[in-house]
């Protein structure tokens, strides 16, 4: 669904577990990733798939909240953000509401969240929505910030 507009962009994957969608990002063209988890294993085993596949990245250790706030503290901007966290969680409705009223997003930045097709997240006012598709029990919601 990206795969053209990736190329020279920013991009941040929260709750990034292998690193899979930063990493993909970085393979197609992505300027630049940020890779945030709160899980250090998690955080080892991205560092170890950068390392491997001789790509650059910075790789953030701690819950999302606080990774987002260092982020906008050191006026990082991004054009894409992928969301997804665990389902049985909040997560979703705080990290977008967090984007949409911090300065972390470009105008345009698109954000991508997967979610459990039961669980709709609320769509914060600052953004709107520009694709939704469903993939078995994940739903995928591109939100845009105009």
């Given at each position: 669904?990206?795969?053209f507009e990736i190329v020279g962009r920013a991009v941040l994957d929260l709750f990034a577990g292998s690193g899979g969608m930063g990493i993909e990002a970085l393979s197609r063209g992505a300027s630049s990733a940020v890779f945030?988890?709160?899980?250090?294993?998690?955080?080892?085993?991205?560092?170890?798939?950068l390392k491997h596949l001789n790509l650059n990245g910075e790789v953030l250790?701690?819950?999302?909240?606080k990774c987002l706030s260092m982020l906008e503290a050191s006026g990082k901007r991004f054009d894409f953000?992928?969301?997804?966290?665990?389902?049985?969680?909040?997560f979703v409705d705080r990290a977008t509401s967090?984007?949409?009223?911090?300065?972390?997003?470009?105008?345009?930045a698109c954000i991508v969240i997967e979610h459990p097709k039961d669980r709709i997240p609320?769509?914060?006012?600052?953004?709107?929505?520009?694709a939704d598709r469903k993939y078995g029990k994940a739903h995928i919601r591109m939100l845009r910030k105009e």
């Open positions: 669904m990206l795969q945030c988890d709160q899980s250090p294993e998690c955080a080892a085993i991205i560092k170890s798939n250790c701690n819950d999302f909240e953000v992928f969301i997804d966290p665990p389902y049985a969680s909040d967090f984007l949409e009223k911090s300065e972390l997003l470009n105008n345009g609320a769509i914060p006012d600052g953004l709107v929505l520009r």
